[in-house]
């Protein structure tokens, strides 16, 4: 027990080091020169900033995102918050409740700050994470009740929902919204399940919600006329019917959005001779049921040949600038996310980058599977403006090269094999 608690204790005082060699990557990254000297001071720090983050990240194996958090909190403890940095330092509290404190403080004044670590500090290494939270942040509004209206309209703006896979086929689907909507919303599944509950009904109060959710956002037909008009599309037996199979003679249609699933089958499953896995975009491996499923309601397919013993599907040569749509599909299924080392943002939200320019030093880069590669908008711009580079091998592993020369590896999700798709749109199967 005495071992455990001091090896927590070393990890506060690494954290306190790290924080103290992450400040001082961003001192001497806002000394940088990355760019001509014609462009302007804002231009520079943003470049001096993407170079910081981008290397930090990539070395740390860390999103972005994480890594300008990380930045922040440094620069916070080291220069506004003395004492909690001592105490880290000190391995009296954890990181963790130093982050805590730290981002209690950032929309403070300097005066406020220094009030608020002398308020909530002392004891905190007695308190567990939650606990310390929830009492930094009382004391925090108690210090400057009027800026909660400003700071709720800012934080409005980054509202989003988040998907993270789980084991076993599950998934996390995680809303960030305003307190008000998310409680309005929670309120109404626990009502509307809860007018589900029946005796003969087997299912959970908890389950009976999480198909409610379904049932509201997922667009399926149902029995009746499809082609009836909205005012009936909407009607319903007004507790939830649908997710229990009652009131479906009265809903016409349920109106939501209808998903855009891709499923890549293996070639011998599809034949019936392997029971390996089908692979869900943007998740991983799922059963076959699952993959039915799903395949049987989808508007329309798009096949895709893997090799059945390396899982390496076909590469794509093409000639033309603008990658055609089967090109695109298959581009998007190999790379799966941005191919940064610090992005795991989807592939389909990405641009698509020639990795040898369409046009350089009169050397065309071809437009096939083997010279594109996915990248974010964020790092599509650091390639081109900060002195990022890579080079993609005929597999589709790329090698980055740094602004500081160091480099970091990417793999495809998915490898290419040594066959091409004939320049057409029709599929070679």
Known sequence: MDLVAELHRRQAVLAAETAVAIDRARQLSENLTTLPVTESTLRQRWANRRVLVTELACALRIPERTMETQIAISHALIHTLPDTFAALQAGQISYRHATVLADQTFTLSPADRSALEKAVLPGAGNLIVSRFAQKARKARERLDPESITTRHQKSVADRAVFFEPAADGMAYLNAFLPAGQAQAICTRLTNTARGLQRADEPRTLTQLKADVLVDLILDRDEAGDDDADDDDADETDGDGGAATGTGRSRRKRRRG?????????????????????????????????????????????????????????????????????????????????????????????????????????????????????????????????????????????????????????????????????????????
């Open 257 to 429: 959005i209808k998903a855009d699933v891709v499923i890549l089958v293996p070639a011998l499953t599809l034949l019936g001779r392997s029971v390996e896995p089908a692979v869900l975009e943007g998740y991983g491996p799922i059963d076959l049921d699952t993959a039915r499923e799903l395949a049987g309601t989808a508007p329309g397919w798009l096949r895709v040949l893997t090799n059945p013993e390396t899982g390496a599907f076909l590469s794509v040569g093409r000639e033309r600038y603008t990658p055609p749509a089967d090109l695109r599909a298959a581009l998007r299924l190999r790379d799966a996310t941005c191919r940064s080392p610090g992005c795991s943002r989807a592939a389909a939200d990405c641009d698509i980058d020639h990795s040898i320019p369409f046009w350089e030093n009169g050397h065309r880069g071809e437009t096939n599977l083997t010279n594109l590669a996915s990248l974010c908008p964020k790092n599509h711009r650091d390639k081109h403006e900060i002195g990022w580079s890579y080079v993609q091998d005929d597999t589709g592993t790329i090698t980055w090269t740094s602004p500081t020369g160091h480099q970091y590896t990417t793999e495809p999700e998915h490898r290419i094999g040594p066959s091409t798709f004939p320049d057409s749109d029709l599929a070679p199967f």
